[in-house]
């Protein structure tokens, strides 16, 4: 598997983006994540889905603003944020956990193997 992370760019505080992480296999048997990495410091679980989609899960630093979303037949994950904050800013990545679950999200980055290159989101003030 194969991921494409895009969508990322600059965004005025309040603002809106939308990213797109396009896989290169099938991935409808797979759970899902998007993490971030902002500069100097580690890197963070965001969003998760499970592999069919009905089941959800955010980090609280974005709950209410970010929705997380799959298209199993495009085989696309997608992220969608709203009311940007400057402390969005960071590097943003889409992994796959070679796993199904039926609702539990797994929020550590060891238990995603498939990784894309990451977007760059920078919200300014």
């Known amino acids: 598997v194969q991921l494409q992370a895009s969508g990322g760019g600059l965004v005025q505080a309040g603002g809106s983006l939308r990213l797109t992480c396009a896989a290169s296999?099938?991935?409808?048997?797979?759970?899902m994540g998007w993490f971030r990495q902002a500069p100097g410091k580690e890197r963070e679980f965001v969003a998760g889905i499970n592999w069919s989609g009905s089941s959800t899960y955010y980090a609280d630093s974005v709950k209410g603003r970010f929705a997380i979303s799959r298209d199993n037949a495009k085989n696309t994950a997608y992220l969608q944020m709203n009311s940007l904050k400057p402390e969005d800013t960071a590097i943003y990545y889409c992994a796959v956990r070679e796993g199904y679950s039926a609702s539990y999200i797994y929020t550590g980055d060891r238990e995603y193997r498939y990784w894309g290159q990451g977007t760059q989101v920078t919200v300014s003030s």
């Open positions: 296999g099938r991935i409808r048997s797979y759970d």
